[in-house]
Structure formats: structure tokens, C-alpha cells
């Protein structure tokens, strides 16, 4: 069974910076890519960041280019969200998911596991 437990959400000043953790279970992290999205109130879940099973490819969305960085430690099953210089719109519940295979996925039907959210907000 393919679990993804979100962590490090919080609440921080603009100018901030947050790490989110995603640790999945032992098995099936393995040749996947991984990703990570945000969804605020009223609006649909769009993409942020996502990273092939090597690290060799790393796309982001245009709002958060620059200031975030997304990473995987592949023995320790964990895929890594830096965020930095944080803006009052980067407030959002942010999901990290599992795609179906080792790609560069940027659409939500690309991935076939889903964490629980954690939040984050950003005061100005």
C-alpha cells in the first residue's frame, strides 16, 4: 500500500522560508517520479514542482521558479520542498504525490498517489 505522509507546513511572515517533507512507504518509491502541488480556497490544484526518479529533471511552475527547490534522498524515501522568500499567494494546503512512472509529470492525472496536505500560510 503506497503512502505519503506530508510534514513541515506552518505558518510564516512573507520573506519567510518553509521545508516540506514527504516520506513514503518502504517499496514504492522506487522509480517513480515525484511531485508537488498546491490548492488554496476555491481554486483547483495546480502544480508546483517535480522531480524524476534521478534528480536529472526538475520543473517548476513559473510562480515559484527561482524560490523553490524541490529534492529527493532516495535511500531515505523522502522527497524534499525548499521554499523560500515566501509571498502572501503561496498560502495553500501543498500535496505531494507519487507519479505513475519515472517521468516529468505536471498534470494531476500524471500521478497515481496522493498525500494528506499540510498547510501553509504566509502573512503579510
Known amino acids: 500500500q503506497v503512502q505519503l505522509v506530508e510534514s513541515g507546513g506552518g505558518l510564516v511572515q512573507a520573506g519567510g522560508s518553509l521545508r516540506l517533507s514527504c516520506v513514503a512507504s518502504?517499496?514504492?518509491?522506487?522509480?517513480?517520479?515525484m511531485g508537488w502541488f498546491r490548492q488554496s480556497p476555491g481554486k483547483e490544484r495546480e502544480f508546483v514542482a517535480a522531480i524524476t526518479w534521478s534528480g536529472a529533471s526538475t520543473p517548476y511552475a513559473d510562480s515559484v521558479k527561482g524560490r523553490f527547490t524541490i529534492s529527493r534522498d532516495n535511500a531515505k524515501i523522502t522527497v524534499y520542498l525548499q521554499m523560500d522568500s515566501l509571498k502572501p499567494e503561496d498560502t495553500a494546503v501543498y500535496y505531494c504525490?507519487?507519479?505513475?512512472?519515472?517521468?516529468?509529470?505536471?498534470?494531476?492525472?500524471?500521478?497515481?498517489?496522493w498525500g494528506q496536505g499540510t498547510q501553509v500560510t504566509v502573512s503579510s
Open positions: 518502504e517499496g514504492t518509491f522506487a522509480g517513480h517520479g
Open positions: 504525490a507519487r507519479s505513475r512512472r519515472d517521468m516529468v509529470a505536471l498534470t494531476t492525472w500524471e500521478y497515481d498517489h
